[in-house]
């Protein structure tokens, strides 16, 4: 299980800071949202800031691309640093070409669904990815919203198809994560977990990501 503090919900006058104070809880991937005001309706950050934490982080840089047309941009995140680029289903014309470019990069290639598209649209290239199969939990474009349940039957969807073909795709998570939620997508299937205001929205940061490993550990009732 891993667990991807989404620095959206950070405090952007410190984010240094706030990127070091949960890397010290054992983080070992950093999630980037990025958003461009078209695709989805708000604007965020750049290849930049992606080019700023390189140097002052071991972590994987997450790079989730909620743009349109991302295979303009793939070149400055993949120059700026990024580990893993997760573009969206939706977004790409030609998604297996967008995959490769990512991969030949020497980039891990993550694909991101929206909760209206159903996992089977990624069966011709599921086998292609070598990292991420992001499954959103929220419509895209803001922090903070709450988790929407009938997508772990989505994930469990994405579960059984991956492990049936012995793919290497794990299944990632974004949208209303905390300690209530990460436990049912675990049981449904997925191994990585994007939370954003359960971390940076409460003073104790440590304790926050203590809370979300706990509450995957606890037994079910």
């Known amino acids: 299980m891993r667990i991807a503090p989404s620095i959206l919900s950070a405090d952007f006058a410190n984010l240094a800071r706030d990127v070091h104070e949960v890397e010290q809880s054992a983080i070992d991937l950093i999630h980037i949202d990025v958003m461009d005001g078209h695709f989805v309706p708000n604007i965020t950050m750049g290849a930049n800031v992606v080019k700023a934490l390189r140097p002052i982080t071991d972590a994987e840089l997450d790079v989730h691309l909620m743009v349109e047309e991302p295979d303009h941009l793939l070149p400055a995140f993949i120059e700026a640093g990024s580990n893993i680029i997760t573009v969206h289903a939706e977004a790409c014309t030609h998604l297996h070409r967008t995959i490769q470019t990512i991969k030949e990069a020497g980039v891990k290639a993550g694909v991101a669904l929206n909760p209206a598209t159903p996992v089977g649209l990624l069966k011709p ?12 939990t929220v419509n895209p474009g803001f922090g903070g919203q709450h988790f929407i349940h009938s997508m772990l039957d989505k994930i469990s969807e ?23 939620t990460l436990p049912l997508c ?28 706990q509450s995957a550990a606890e037994p079910e009732s």
């Open 158 to 180: 994405a579960n059984d198809l991956i492990t049936f073909r012995k793919l290497l795709a794990k299944i990632e998570v974004d949208g209303g994560i905390n300690a209530e």
């Open 125 to 136: 290239v599921l086998a292609d990815l070598d990292d991420v199969l992001l499954i959103m």
């Open 186 to 213: 675990k049981k449904a299937g997925a191994e990585m977990f994007v939370a954003g205001s359960s971390i940076f929205g409460v003073p104790d940061r440590r304790q926050a990501i203590d809370a979300l490993r």
